[in-house]
């Protein structure tokens, strides 16, 4: 078909462009980031001015000499809180990621990790090689991978299954689709928390840890690999905005748009899987906070993916650090898990959603 | 010209479709017929090349479908299906820029802008660009949906590809009014060199929009025609398993058909 376009009128254009209609949303999530992210560094049982925490950083790298008397306020800045201050945030921005990939995988806003049974199928395979040590048959020939890979493996498992359980002929059923991550999070859980009351290492026999995660164990370590495992994960992710959109007309038309829908669910359940699996390994189950973040931006903003991915990058990792300055101050000089405050605020969330989801049918969702 | 050669389907140990050889030319308005479980969405599928025939090919103007990139095809060709829910809200341009996608990378063009609008208009929708997806009636978002395939395989002044529409059943939940201009501007594409194939289930609406019919009953191709008058009333009648009289109409159409048990 040809039909000469008439010239363009400026403001449908720049209307149109959605990476404009977004960028202001980025730049106030981004700065909200940082001011958490202070915000996070400074609040605990130390507390720490920002030009205390420049000056640490500078001494840490070398930059200005040390003093001496500031040695244990250091020490805790730069190898207690600071990573624990980025792995908190990593995991949300994980989290967040990931809740938004599933439901555009699973073409509804009530999944995310933590109920769908990757996180606990993570937790699983991680516990495994902390029961059994990186040293067992199972765990040697991976060597300081054993316990992401055996995460990965849980997890993948556990989401497939589920996946598998709740799709036919390329629709999703909500219902089964429920009923099977609650199928799944219980084996899940069952056998973590069976491996937790066998174990030895005083970590794994932490059920808590598990089951409702926290950052106390925290280790730059740590950032390392939940870092990595992200960024790769968020790259793939980012390059699929466009066809998770399209998936949401159902997999044939987003064939006919020319998205492959096979290979597109495959490829980011496994890039969906990684960065879960390798985030609980370090921090164990978290559960809602990828159910909350890409609720709040729909609600905020849009559904569209390609906005939506990295927003929720953002906001999960704001929504975490946010959350682990409360879990540090509520109880002090206790800290309460995580999860505990996630679930308060994610289960409401959740309940809500499926009541509108009931009463208005899927179709009319947040319309 | 899409042309369907030798194309057989197996699902399950059933033979869906037996050796259907179809050629939908250009600039014409092709219909299939045919009773439910003909074989006939299987045929539209095929053509399409979502689905792999277990036997026989599907060229597009002589070249092998499977030699098309998924984008390549998906800017030669749409496909508009019955109906299409979504489970979030979009705006109604987010939905029709869909149909852009095969066309750019990360972000649209001014062009593409453009031709979201130039679509949304020829379907009289417009002034609900705006608007959410989900809080529109059906009909209104089967226009919406007519949109986002129309800038599918809308190309740029000058280009000499040629585009093809594949409809599959798509007035099924339609009023009337809605069914008469979704056909009206699928149409108006058959002078823009564009070639429409669509499954159609009344006789009337079929009769009166189609250039070429292809008849399945079983999964063949039992009979192909370019004028619905060498459609026999004893053939429909045996395929469709009904009575049927022709009447004339008194303001000078096509022939009326009524059907009864």
Redesign the interface.
């Known amino acids: 078909?040809?039909?000469?376009?008439?010239p363009?009128?400026p403001v449908?254009?720049h209307?149109?462009?959605?990476?404009s209609a977004y960028s202001g949303t980025y730049l106030v999530l981004g700065v909200v980031l940082l001011a958490s992210l202070i915000a996070s560094a400074g609040i605990g049982a130390f507390t720490f001015t920002p030009s205390e925490m420049v000056r640490y950083v500078g001494e840490g790298f070398g930059w200005i000499a040390t003093t001496p008397s500031d040695t244990l306020n250091r020490n805790v800045f730069l190898q207690l809180r600071l990573p624990r201050v980025f792995l908190a945030a990593l995991t949300g921005a994980v989290l967040g990621v990931s809740g938004t990939l599933m439901q555009g995988i699973f073409?509804?806003?009530i999944v995310e990790p933590g109920l769908a049974g990757t996180s606990a199928g993570a937790a699983l395979g991680a516990s495994l090689v902390f029961v059994f040590g990186t040293t067992s048959a199972l765990a040697r020939p991976l060597g300081s991978l054993a316990v992401p890979v055996m995460a990965f493996i849980g997890a993948f498992a556990a989401t497939m299954l589920v996946y598998r359980v709740s799709t036919s002929f390329g629709k999703v059923n909500v219902f089964t689709l429920l009923l099977a991550g609650i199928a799944v999070n219980a084996v899940c859980g069952a056998g973590t928390g069976f491996l937790s009351y066998v174990a030895r290492d005083p970590q794994a026999r932490n059920i808590t840890f598990w089951n409702l995660g926290t950052f106390t164990t925290a280790d730059w370590r740590g950032v390392v690999m939940v870092a990595a495992a992200f960024a790769g994960c968020f790259a793939i992710s980012v390059r699929h905005g466009?066809s998770l959109?399209?998936l949401?007309?159902?997999e044939?038309?987003a064939?006919?748009?020319?998205?492959?829908p096979e290979k597109l669910i495959l490829r980011l359940i496994i890039v969906n899987t990684v960065m879960v699996a390798v985030a609980t390994a370090m921090v164990g189950v978290i559960a809602f906070v990828g159910l909350v973040i890409p609720h709040v931006l729909?609600m905020l903003k849009?559904?569209?993916y390609t906005f939506l991915i990295p927003a929720s990058a953002l906001l999960g990792a704001v929504m975490m650090s946010v959350v682990d300055i409360v879990a540090r101050m509520i109880i002090p000089p206790a800290e309460l898990p995580v999860g505990i405050i996630t679930a308060v605020v994610g289960a409401p969330v959740f309940l809500w959603i499926l009541l509108r989801q009931q009463r208005r049918g899927?179709?009319?969702?947040?319309? | 010209m899409v042309e369907v050669v030798g194309a057989s389907y197996r699902a399950g140990g059933n033979l869906i479709l037996d050796d259907v050889t179809a050629r939908f030319r250009r600039g014409r308005f092709n219909v299939i017929l045919g009773p439910n479980g003909a074989g006939k969405s299987s045929l539209l599928k095929i053509a399409t090349g979502l689905l792999r025939p277990s036997a026989g090919h599907v060229t597009y103007d002589g070249r092998s479908v499977r030699d098309f990139g998924p984008a390549e095809l998906a800017r030669r060709r749409a496909v508009l299906s019955q109906h299409v829910e979504l489970a979030f809200p979009l705006p109604v341009r987010d939905v029709v820029l869909m149909g852009r996608y095969p066309h750019y990378g990360r972000s649209p063009g001014a062009h593409d802008v453009e031709i979201v609008d130039r679509a949304l208009e020829m379907v009289g929708m417009l002034d609900r660009r705006a608007q959410h997806y989900p809080t529109l009636s059906g009909g209104e978002q089967q226009k919406v949906q007519l949109a986002r395939v129309l800038a599918q395989i809308w190309s740029y002044d000058g280009a000499s590809a040629h585009n093809y529409l594949f409809l599959d059943e798509p007035t099924a939940s339609l009023d009337v009014h809605y069914q008469i201009h979704l056909l009206d501007v699928a149409r108006e594409l058959l002078a823009h060199e564009c070639t429409v194939v669509a499954i159609l289930h009344d006789m009337n609406v079929a009769f009166h929009y189609g250039d070429a019919f292809f008849l399945m009953e079983h999964g063949r191709l039992v009979k192909e025609a370019d004028d619905a008058r060498e459609l026999s009333t004893e053939l429909i009648e045996r395929v469709f398993r009904v009575t049927a009289r022709r009447i004339p109409d008194p303001a000078g159409g096509e022939e009326i058909w009524r059907f009864t048990l």
């Open positions: 078909m040809r039909v000469r376009t008439r363009s009128n449908t254009i209307e149109m462009l959605n990476r073409r509804n806003p466009k959109n399209a949401m007309l159902g044939d038309e064939a006919f748009l020319g998205a492959e729909r849009s559904s569209d899927a179709a009319s969702f947040y319309g």
